[in-house]
């Protein structure tokens, strides 16, 4: 019996074109190995699989592509190799590499028939959706949130784009409630993770996305406390490695910094005041405790426990970061250590750290597991929940492919509702949506020769009639509106806006603005004789409709919502989130107004000015 000929009697006329089709797979982690099983047995002709990351201990529970000696070895690799002997008949490419790298160009994309979406993270997510809509190609989006997952069909033009709604945000503290009035553990395990271990161990003037700075004026004088604080630390961190040093750490912020805080009568008037800790005392008492007791994941520890897991972990990774200090070159940027809920020296040091000021406040302690959960950000994952999120995007993928749009769904897992599955119509795009709502088209670009005025004089005012209201703007903020002039005679190449990149040209005129143009980088050496900027064809750019809805701002969607395509899970999130470099630096295209740094160009002097950069939002939790 051939091994098609069931996928032949359900699929019908679609299977020979399934057969034919090439599409791709992004992620290869829990999602994407059921995914990338389902795309292989049902026959799909050549899959390309892009993952970033390498396989570890804790993904083999529920990435069943993946075994224990696949430890540290290319997810894409692996999934293809293990998914080959599926069916031998697919032609399967792996890609270890970011599906941002430049090597995944819009023509690239457009070289598939179908994209899916299998990742955990926001700022992945919104570069392939922008990818998916200029090179017209539908995409399949998909995530999960422990019993939760969703599935979304995103076809250009037709539905709403993974942008048209807005998205969930990561949650942050109030600084006062980290540095000085915690209350509940998670408050602890922040400041261990995010103030303590960074101080530590980490770059101190990182900008930390737990630490909610939307309140700054209130704050301004619990951030200057924080910053001398650290300064004090930054002197104690001179001194690792030496016999003194875990003392000098815990004196300071477990003792000094403690008492100082206990002094200020005004905040004990409501609240309970903390109690310092005396090094001498708890390290008497925890000689009989030995360091294996941070193999104890699962009770809470004491506070001699504490202490020696405190001290062992400083220790380790200490010796971690001298060693790769003393092996790194002078000239080049100075070793660093971030933490990784699987990486058991941070993991540990976090965990005693927070239980040790949790225990200065009366506050609960909490086992290393479950610190683990709350300082990784996890909902832990749920394979049946990857397996169904997994079979709802290739039954998805079938509607898509037939060309039966209309009855393509958003569905959703859930457990509270009446039914496991449920599902909606697709929306149409929101036409105010800054991603789908606008008008695309390729640029062509002698980057030789073109300047920023050749695009504003030549294009946007000449030929496509532009008034002076407008501005022009990538990823990074506006490089170019009537109050902003100075860039005008720069060369696309000194700004920054290469092959492959986007401009978008928002129209601000006030009777009668024009949707905005999205506008794709195609680099090209034109004939001298030629303009050094044109269009590719005539455009006839649609004016925003006058009814529409509210625009989006995508104000506050600076975080990962992990699965969530829609604002149905909103209030819960997943790993990934607080740890993404990246988070958000697409959101908002009119977020800042740049000045290029003039040794570039070679003009004037003046450095990169980011302004206005106030878009970031924050839930607060109250103390
Ligand atoms: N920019 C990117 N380019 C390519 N792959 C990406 C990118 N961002 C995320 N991924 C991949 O998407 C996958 C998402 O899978 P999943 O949500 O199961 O995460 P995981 O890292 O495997 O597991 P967990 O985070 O639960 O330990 C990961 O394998 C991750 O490497
Ligand atoms: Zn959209």
Redesign the pocket.
């Known amino acids: 019996m051939g091994r098609d000929r069931f996928a032949k009697q359900s699929l019908g006329y679609l299977y020979p074109r399934i057969k034919q089709s090439r599409i791709l797979m ?7 190995c059921e995914l990338l099983k389902n795309l292989v047995l049902t026959g799909f002709g050549e899959i390309h699989i ?4 390498t396989i ?1 201990l ?2 083999l529970n ?2 069943f592509l993946f075994r224990q000696e696949h430890i540290k070895k290319s ?1 894409a690799l692996v999934a293809k190799e293990s998914a080959a002997k599926f069916n031998p008949h697919i032609k399967l490419e792996a890609h270890h ?4 790298d430049p090597q995944f160009n819009i023509q690239w994309f457009q070289s598939f028939a179908l994209v899916f979406n ?4 926001l ?2 997510r919104r ?1 392939v959706n922008k990818m998916c809509l200029a090179a017209d190609v539908p995409l399949i989006e998909s995530g ?1 949130t422990g019993f939760n997952g969703q599935v979304q069909p995103i076809i250009k033009g037709k539905t709403e784009c993974y942008d048209c709604s807005t998205k969930d945000v990561p949650k942050s503290f109030p600084v006062c409630t980290i540095r000085s009035t915690p209350s509940q553990p998670i408050h602890c395990i922040v400041w261990a993770k995010s103030y303590l271990f960074t101080e530590m161990f980490g770059t101190s003037d990182e900008e930390t996305p737990e630490f909610d700075h939307s309140e700054d004026n209130e704050n301004a004088k619990e951030i200057e406390n924080l910053r001398q604080e650290s300064q004090a630390l930054n002197n104690i961190r001179q001194s690792m490695g030496s016999d003194e040093f875990a003392r000098k750490v815990f004196d300071k912020v477990f003792k000094d910094d403690i008492n100082r805080l206990r002094s200020m009568e005004d905040m004990w008037k409501t609240r309970k005041q903390p109690n310092a800790l005396d090094f001498d005392g708890i390290s008497k008492g925890a000689s009989g405790t030995k360091p294996s007791i941070a193999q104890q994941d699962q009770k809470a520890w004491t506070v001699a426990e504490n202490f020696t897991v405190f001290s062992d972990s400083l220790r380790r990774l200490s010796t971690r970061l001298q060693t790769s200090q003393s092996q790194t070159g002078i000239d080049t940027v100075a070793p660093v250590l971030v933490f990784d809920k ?1 990486d058991e020296d941070t993991l540990d040091f976090v965990a005693a750290s927070a239980n040790l000021r949790s225990i200065i406040f009366g506050i609960e302690s909490k086992s290393k597991f479950d610190i683990k959960q709350m300082a990784g950000n ?1 909902i832990p ?1 749920i394979a049946t929940t ?1 397996a169904m999120t997994a079979s709802l995007c290739v039954m998805q993928a079938f509607k898509v492919m037939r060309g039966d749009i209309d009855k393509a769904r958003m569905v959703f897992l859930e457990r509270s509702a009446a039914r496991v599955i449920n599902s909606d119509t697709l929306k149409p795009p929101n036409p105010n949506c800054n991603v789908c709502g606008v008008m695309s088209s390729t640029l062509i670009v002698d980057p030789d020769r073109a300047t920023l005025n050749d695009l504003v004089e030549d294009v946007l005012k000449s030929q496509l009639g532009y008034g002076d209201e407008f501005s022009v703007n990538n990823e990074i903020g506006t490089l170019y509106d009537p109050d902003l002039d100075d860039n005008l005679s720069k060369k696309f190449i000194d700004l920054g806006v290469k092959a492959d990149s986007f401009l978008t040209v928002i129209d601000d005129d006030e009777e009668n603005p024009r949707v905005n143009l999205s506008l794709a980088i195609l680099e090209k050496t034109l004939p001298e004789d030629t303009k050094a900027v044109h269009l590719p064809k005539k455009l006839d750019i649609a004016r925003k409709p006058k009814d529409a809805p509210a625009p989006i701002t995508n104000g506050g969607t600076n975080g990962d919502t ?1 699965g969530h395509v829609a604002a149905s899970f909103v209030g819960t999130k ?3 989130s607080l740890e993404d470099p990246e988070n958000g630096q697409q959101q908002d295209n009119k977020r800042g107004k740049i000045q290029m740094p003039s040794k570039a160009v070679g003009v004037q002097d003046d450095d990169l000015v980011i302004a206005d950069d106030s878009n970031d939002g924050a839930i607060v939790i109250d103390d």
């Open positions: 992004i992620g290869a982690g829990g999602i994407g892009v993952d970033l990351d570890d804790s993904n529920r990435q997810k590499a970011n599906i941002k299998a990742l955990d993270n700022d992945a570069h999960t699987d996890i994952a990857n992990n997943r790993k990934r």
